[in-house]
């Protein structure tokens, strides 16, 4: 009897077990090899990947460095033959103001035309503008000799504010209105309202003064003090600078050194009887001078990316 009964339990484990390896282990058993294989094929895939990406690294450094060597020699057969056109361009203009008498007024100033498009950010055109303005005053003729200054003052006006475009960009500006009929009542200078600027994290504080004003030549003569508190101290840094203004005045040329590599500059935005607008801009000196920073951020972002331009960037080069 014992032993029918222990055969009977034997029999009912081994059905027992025999269901769980059938219902339960042979589902997990299937779920533990699809997951390691998904594994080692996860793991396979990665190593192959970082191989490739290693490999693309590898490649894309030779051709990054080979794409900047072609670029770098685009770049400087493009600038011989532009300095070449320019040279060419200077010379032929020079000429026509070394030989005033023998020149019209009208290639004069079309040669003037020519220097300031091409050459505003490099040479100081101011004594060539100036130049022309007295030969147009000493012309006969009133029709002309108007039609000439309101082609001469435009010509400055366009380039002031295509300079003033580039740096407004980096730096802080403000405008005021000068009253030159009340210039001509008082004794003195006439003070127009001051304003702090901060550009770079530096904050300085400016005054103008305008003495006098001529109407003929449409320029003012302003006296300009800027204000810096030192850091490290209570001590304030004052630079006063007293000068000539007028549409001749170029900002990138005609402007004020400044402690920590910053510049200062005003320029004349209209001149009439009885009113005139000025705006003062304070800048990175760097912008002062300018040279080449597009090929600078091109050659940057060839590093960067692999590629020669970045479709997101659209520049504009004068």
Same mark, same amino acid.
């Given at each position: 009897?014992?032993?029918?009964?222990?055969?009977?339990?034997?029999?009912?484990?081994?059905?027992?077990?025999? +269901? $769980?390896? @059938?219902?339960?282990?042979?589902?997990?058993?299937?779920?533990?090899?699809?997951?390691?294989? !998904?594994?080692?094929?996860?793991?396979?895939?990665?190593?192959?990947?970082?191989?490739?990406?290693?490999?693309?690294?590898?490649?894309?450094?030779?051709?990054? /460095?080979?794409?900047?060597?072609?670029?770098?020699?685009?770049?400087?057969?493009?600038?011989?033959?532009?300095?070449?056109?320019?040279?060419? /361009?200077?010379?032929?203009?020079?000429?026509? #103001?070394?030989?005033?008498?023998?020149?019209?007024?009208?290639?004069?100033?079309?040669?003037?035309?020519? !220097?300031?498009?091409? #050459?505003?950010? @490099? $040479?100081?055109? +101011?004594?060539?503008?100036?130049?022309?303005?007295?030969?147009?005053?000493?012309?006969?003729?009133?029709?002309?000799?108007?039609?000439? !200054? @309101?082609?001469?003052?435009?010509?400055?006006?366009?380039? /002031?504010?295509?300079?003033?475009?580039?740096?407004?960009?980096?730096?802080?500006? $403000?405008?005021?209105?000068?009253?030159?009929?009340?210039?001509?009542?008082?004794?003195?200078?006439?003070?127009?309202?001051?304003?702090?600027?901060?550009? =770079?994290?530096?904050?300085?504080?400016?005054?103008?003064?305008?003495?006098?004003?001529?109407?003929?030549?449409?320029?003012?003569?302003?006296?300009?003090?800027?204000?810096?508190?030192?850091?490290?101290?209570?001590?304030?840094?004052?630079?006063?600078?007293?000068?000539? !203004?007028?549409?001749?005045?170029?900002? /990138?040329?005609?402007?004020? @050194?400044? &402690?920590?590599?910053?510049?200062?500059?005003?320029?004349?935005? =209209?001149?009439?009887?009885?009113?005139?607008?000025?705006? &003062?801009?304070?800048?990175?000196?760097? &912008?002062?001078?300018?040279?080449?920073?597009?090929?600078?951020?091109?050659?940057?972002?060839?590093?960067?990316?692999?590629?020669? #331009?970045?479709?997101?960037?659209?520049?504009?080069?004068?």
């Amino acid at each position: 009897m014992a032993e029918k009964e222990k055969a009977k339990k034997e029999k009912y484990l081994g059905t027992k077990f025999e +269901k $769980f390896t @059938t219902h339960y282990l042979g589902p997990c058993g299937s779920l533990i090899i699809a997951t390691a294989i !998904l594994i080692s094929g996860y793991l396979g895939s990665n190593y192959l990947k970082e191989r490739a990406d290693a490999k693309a690294r590898s490649e894309k450094g030779v051709l990054t /460095m080979e794409a900047i060597q072609i670029y770098s020699d685009m770049m400087r057969e493009q600038e011989e033959a532009e300095n070449k056109l320019h040279e060419d /361009m200077f010379n032929s203009s020079m000429k026509v #103001f070394s030989m005033p008498d023998t020149c019209k007024l009208e290639e004069q100033i079309l040669n003037l035309e020519l !220097l300031a498009l091409n #050459f505003h950010e @490099t $040479f100081n055109l +101011k004594p060539f503008f100036s130049f022309i303005r007295e030969q147009i005053q000493v012309s006969s003729g009133y029709a002309p000799k108007e039609i000439y !200054l @309101t082609r001469l003052y435009a010509t400055a006006k366009s380039i /002031m504010k295509k300079q003033m475009m580039v740096l407004e960009g980096e730096g802080e500006k $403000f405008s005021r209105m000068v009253d030159l009929e009340r210039l001509g009542q008082i004794q003195g200078s006439l003070q127009l309202e001051e304003e702090s600027l901060i550009v =770079e994290g530096i904050k300085r504080n400016y005054k103008i003064y305008v003495r006098k004003a001529n109407d003929k030549l449409k320029e003012m003569l302003v006296r300009l003090e800027i204000r810096t508190q030192r850091k490290s101290s209570e001590d304030v840094n004052t630079i006063i600078s007293e000068y000539r !203004l007028d549409y001749f005045n170029f900002p /990138m040329i005609h402007n004020v @050194t400044l &402690l920590h590599d910053q510049r200062c500059a005003i320029v004349l935005n =209209e001149f009439t009887e009885s009113c005139a607008d000025i705006t &003062l801009v304070t800048f990175p000196g760097s &912008l002062a001078v300018r040279g080449k920073p597009y090929y600078q951020e091109v050659i940057q972002n060839l590093l960067m990316t692999g590629k020669l #331009f970045d479709e997101n960037i659209n520049k504009e080069l004068w």
